[in-house]
């Protein structure tokens, strides 16, 4: 039957032992070999005899390169996703996979650290918060003259307005926010002069 195909030795070899740097993984032929012109490939799938004497006294094979950026290289070979614990630097492991050369991930790895720089580049966003106060009327005028960059954030029903004597005027404060970055140092234009006419604004601290 088809049951005994499968020999002893030939499920064990399916497992390779690698020991790199003095840490053990444990992984699949199939996995290592993912792709064929890596280093990795190389070493298990065309495990010649030039290659044989690079194994320890456990027969795991000897890798002199630093473990900690190993598991990055491995789990992408495991399910084709780069993923790097935020205490990894993500030079650690593009170094690791020129070495492995494992060209599909260096190019993954340098757009994950081009994405960082914009990102710092930028530093981190600030938002100003602006509070509006307006009647139910003026609520569409504002929301749609509202100028560049301003988001509308939230709605605060404060109930109908006294002070004009018109009782069925609900009135509203509204708030909207805008990213303070580099560029505009720290200058926040208003929000539209239409939007605060009748009330000035205030903020909230």
């Not at 030795?9 to 032992?17: E, G, L, N, Q, T």
């Not at 199939?30 to 690079?54: A, H, I, M, V, Y």
């Not at 605060?156 to 404060?173: K, M, R, T, W």
Request: glycine share 8%.
């Amino acid at each position: 039957g088809s049951t005994g195909a499968l020999s002893p030795p030939a499920a064990a070899s399916k497992w390779v032992r690698l020991n790199v740097g003095g840490t053990y993984f444990v992984s699949t032929r199939q996995t290592l070999c993912r792709e064929p012109k890596s280093f990795l490939c190389r070493l298990c799938c065309q495990d010649g005899p030039e290659l044989g004497s690079d194994k320890d006294e456990t027969g795991a094979y000897l890798i002199d390169r630093d473990p900690t950026y190993f598991g990055p290289i491995l789990n992408y070979l495991r399910h084709g996703k780069l993923i790097i614990n935020k205490e990894l630097a993500e030079e650690g492991v593009l170094e690791e996979a020129e070495f492995y050369n494992i060209a599909s991930l260096v190019r993954l790895v340098k757009e994950r650290i081009r994405d960082n720089e914009n990102r710092t580049s930028q530093g981190p966003v600030k938002h100003v918060y602006r509070v509006l106060q307006c009647q139910e009327e003026e609520l569409t005028q504002m929301v749609s003259t509202m100028s560049d960059g301003w988001k509308f954030e939230q709605l605060i029903s404060i109930g109908s307005s006294y002070n004009y004597g018109n009782e069925d005027q609900a009135e509203f404060l509204c708030v909207v926010s805008r990213e303070l970055n580099n560029s505009t140092n720290g200058i926040v234009k208003e929000p539209s002069e239409k939007a605060k006419v009748r009330h000035p604004l205030r903020c909230i601290s």
